[in-house]
């Protein structure tokens, strides 16, 4: 075996000042890998991930190694205090998904952040325990070793216990993260606490309290976070701080099996996220409708791929926002939502001679919004499993609030329903009846955890954080390669452009594209915003090589690292 290998990415600028256009960027290739790797947000996470797999552990037991230890190095959004999605493939080819989304509590109700006039009040569902919704991600983590894992959840779990004891060394992105919300973490938690120091760049943090938990949950399994002691002070901390969790709430909470939504493209087999994550369906619409064109003739990221694939994210997020939301609770047609059929007709009034008005498509009365601050990581092991994970607690840090004696940060994940339906929520994105808030519902998630096959063979593990722009970010990852025959690294390095039905503008990153691509779109009615659009997606993703082996791609838009051997 070789040695682990980390990925060093080369670029000729740095992302937040360089002025060179990206299209002039050379080409990149990420980590080579003969066996195994793990892409994720954090060196630390990647390479506890690959110990496990070293270990002759499984993709499952170094999903929740990696879940866990980004909870420990990547507290912006890794979690025990959040939740998420799986995807998975095993070496024998067989698919499912695990839905570990946050719920609302058994005390919510539709109009819990109204004031008496029906306004909304500001900062309910975003800070504080007020916005925390029952955490889902211990409980996914043990459901799915349960089902799929192999090595004792001991030897799993003791590396993440000695990473946080030993600590972790602050990035400079890490650095200016903390600079950035030091001040609404003391507002929100009223006292300092941790992360509330002035933290610089090399300094080394260690978790004591949150080895401590993680030592209790080692012990006595899933049901210390939900039944047992840790779940007694959690409730008692968020009932003191306002919140509306119960002990209940957490008793209650279980992971759920869903069927992922599966879908061609070319000679491609998608595997995406199910509802409650509009991943998957938003995925299959934008898809069906691009696959008549010939973007490959077109070229990356011309104006007429941009166009293309513009109008398709249009109608396919007028959709999200009108007939998606938990299906244990509202009926999604989707069927006829990721059937080629729907998505021709939805096309039908598309021209390459001016933009379509997103006024002018049906269901416009709503609009979607949804934390940038997630997170990714996807796993290969020597055996042929495949996971895709995107976890989060919704906002940066969540709530802000963070729980001193038990040492994690708690999600703000309730800002995801419809708190008004037609309200945009703190990302922009609007939400219909079919996402209000209910006991015990989930709420709306673009998560995108994806999967993809290549004449019936594993061939690629792709996602990214990002909110509204994960969709689109997922979706050209896989364009570059599939369609522009570009490699791993490559294909997550190169600029992206991200729509979603309202607000009615194309977002590109900076310094990106060409005067002539954005001149050319203007002058066909399209605006663009490259003002708001600093970061669209940190795409974590695998390739599998023509030769068996494999590629990471890890985005430099982060601290993300690919691991192998």
Same mark, same amino acid.
């Given at each position: 075996?070789?040695?682990?290998?980390?990925?060093?990415?080369?670029?000729?600028?740095? *992302?937040?000042?360089?002025?060179?256009?990206?299209?002039?960027?050379?080409?990149?290739?990420?980590?080579?890998?003969?066996?195994?790797?793990?892409?994720?947000?954090?060196?630390? $996470?990647?390479?506890?991930?690959?110990?496990?797999?070293?270990?002759?552990?499984?993709?499952?037991?170094?999903?929740?190694?990696?879940?866990?230890?980004?909870? &420990? $190095?990547?507290?912006?959004?890794?979690?025990?205090?959040?939740?998420?999605?799986?995807?998975?493939?095993?070496?024998?080819?067989?698919?499912?998904?695990?839905?570990?989304?946050?719920?609302?509590?058994?005390? !919510?109700?539709?109009?819990?952040?109204?004031?008496?006039?029906?306004?909304?009040?500001?900062?309910?569902?975003?800070?504080?325990?007020?916005?925390?919704?029952?955490?889902?991600?211990?409980?996914?983590?043990?459901?799915?070793?349960?089902?799929?894992?192999?090595?004792?959840?001991?030897?799993?779990?003791?590396?993440?216990? %000695?990473?946080?004891?030993?600590?972790?060394?602050?990035?400079?992105?890490?650095?200016?993260?903390?600079?950035?919300?030091?001040?609404?973490?003391?507002?929100?938690?009223?006292?300092?606490?941790?992360?509330?120091?002035?933290?610089?760049?090399?300094?080394?943090?260690?978790?004591? $309290?949150?080895?401590?938990?993680?030592?209790?949950?080692?012990?006595?399994?899933?049901?210390?976070?939900?039944?047992?002691?840790?779940?007694?002070?959690?409730?008692? *901390?968020?009932?003191?701080?306002?919140?509306?969790?119960?002990?209940?709430?957490?008793?209650?909470?279980?992971?759920?099996?869903?069927?992922?939504?599966? *879908?061609?493209?070319?000679?491609?087999?998608?595997?995406?996220?199910?509802?409650?994550?509009?991943?998957?369906?938003?995925?299959?619409?934008?898809?069906?409708?691009?696959?008549?064109?010939?973007?490959?003739?077109?070229?990356?990221?011309?104006?007429?791929?941009?166009? &293309?694939?513009?109008?398709?994210?249009?109608?396919?997020?007028?959709?999200?926002?009108?007939?998606?939301?938990?299906?244990?609770?509202?009926?999604?047609?989707?069927?006829?939502?990721?059937?080629?059929?729907?998505?021709?007709?939805?096309?039908?009034?598309?021209?390459?001679?001016?933009?379509?008005?997103?006024?002018?498509?049906?269901?416009?009365?709503?609009?979607?919004?949804?934390?940038?601050?997630?997170?990714?990581?996807?796993?290969?092991?020597?055996?042929?499993?495949?996971?895709?994970?995107?976890?989060?607690?919704?906002?940066?840090?969540?709530?802000?609030? *963070?729980?001193?004696?038990?040492?994690?940060?708690?999600?703000?994940?309730?800002? %995801?329903?419809?708190?008004?339906?037609?309200?945009?929520?703190?990302?922009?994105? &609007?939400?219909?009846? !079919?996402?209000?808030?209910?006991?015990?519902?989930?709420?709306?998630?673009?998560?995108?955890?994806?999967?993809?096959?290549?004449?019936?063979?594993?061939?690629?593990?792709?996602?990214?954080?990002?909110?509204?722009?994960?969709?689109?970010?997922?979706?050209?990852?896989?364009?570059?390669?599939?369609?522009?025959?570009?490699?791993?690294?490559?294909?997550?390095?190169?600029?992206?452009?991200?729509?979603?039905?309202?607000?009615?503008?194309?977002?590109?990153?900076?310094?990106?594209?060409?005067?002539?691509?954005?001149?050319?779109?203007?002058?066909?009615?399209?605006?663009?915003?490259?003002?708001?659009?600093?970061?669209?997606?940190?795409?974590?993703?695998?390739?599998?090589?023509?030769?068996?082996?494999?590629?990471?791609?890890?985005?430099?838009?982060?601290?993300?690292?690919?691991?192998?051997?």
């Amino acid at each position: 075996m070789k040695k682990s290998l980390i990925v060093i990415l080369s670029l000729c600028y740095l *992302f937040s000042n360089c002025k060179t256009n990206y299209l002039k960027e050379k080409n990149t290739t990420g980590v080579i890998a003969n066996t195994a790797m793990v892409v994720s947000a954090r060196q630390e $996470a990647s390479q506890i991930g690959i110990t496990i797999l070293k270990k002759g552990g499984n993709a499952f037991d170094a999903m929740m190694a990696t879940e866990l230890a980004l909870a &420990v $190095a990547y507290p912006y959004a890794g979690n025990i205090g959040g939740g998420g999605f799986m995807v998975y493939r095993t070496q024998t080819g067989e698919i499912g998904a695990l839905d570990y989304r946050e719920k609302a509590p058994l005390s !919510a109700h539709r109009d819990m952040y109204l004031d008496e006039l029906k306004n909304i009040i500001p900062g309910k569902s975003t800070k504080g325990a007020s916005a925390v919704g029952v955490p889902g991600t211990i409980a996914g983590i043990f459901e799915a070793h349960k089902k799929l894992g192999s090595l004792p959840i001991e030897q799993i779990i003791q590396p993440v216990i %000695d990473l946080a004891k030993k600590g972790i060394v602050i990035t400079k992105k890490q650095e200016k993260r903390l600079q950035k919300y030091r001040d609404i973490f003391l507002e929100v938690n009223k006292d300092t606490f941790l992360l509330t120091r002035p933290w610089k760049e090399g300094d080394t943090i260690k978790y004591n $309290a949150l080895a401590e938990t993680l030592t209790k949950i080692k012990k006595n399994g899933r049901d210390e976070f939900y039944k047992g002691e840790t779940a007694k002070k959690l409730a008692a *901390f968020l009932q003191k701080e306002g919140g509306y969790i119960t002990e209940e709430d957490l008793a209650k909470y279980e992971a759920k099996w869903r069927k992922p939504i599966v *879908f061609p493209y070319d000679d491609l087999t998608i595997i995406s996220m199910s509802p409650p994550s509009s991943g998957g369906i938003c995925l299959a619409e934008i898809m069906n409708a691009i696959e008549p064109f010939d973007l490959h003739e077109y070229g990356h990221n011309s104006a007429k791929s941009i166009q &293309v694939i513009t109008e398709a994210e249009r109608r396919a997020y007028a959709d999200r926002s009108y007939f998606l939301g938990d299906p244990d609770f509202v009926s999604i047609p989707t069927k006829k939502l990721t059937s080629k059929e729907y998505t021709s007709e939805r096309m039908g009034s598309f021209s390459f001679e001016k933009a379509t008005k997103s006024s002018d498509l049906s269901h416009g009365n709503v609009e979607i919004v949804e934390s940038n601050e997630t997170t990714h990581y996807s796993i290969v092991d020597a055996f042929g499993n495949a996971v895709s994970v995107t976890t989060t607690l919704n906002g940066a840090y969540g709530a802000k609030l *963070f729980t001193s004696e038990l040492g994690f940060f708690l999600n703000n994940e309730m800002d %995801d329903f419809s708190s008004k339906p037609g309200e945009p929520n703190m990302f922009g994105l &609007v939400g219909a009846k !079919a996402n209000e808030i209910a006991p015990e519902k989930r709420m709306l998630s673009s998560m995108t955890p994806t999967i993809v096959e290549k004449n019936d063979k594993l061939w690629m593990v792709v996602g990214t954080p990002g909110g509204s722009t994960i969709i689109t970010s997922v979706l050209q990852t896989i364009l570059n390669v599939h369609e522009y025959k570009m490699g791993m690294q490559e294909a997550v390095s190169k600029p992206r452009f991200h729509h979603q039905w309202l607000p009615d503008v194309i977002k590109m990153e900076p310094n990106s594209f060409s005067n002539e691509v954005k001149s050319m779109l203007s002058e066909k009615g399209y605006s663009i915003d490259e003002t708001n659009a600093p970061v669209i997606g940190k795409v974590d993703a695998i390739l599998v090589l023509p030769n068996g082996k494999l590629e990471g791609g890890a985005d430099h838009r982060g601290d993300d690292t690919a691991i192998g051997f």
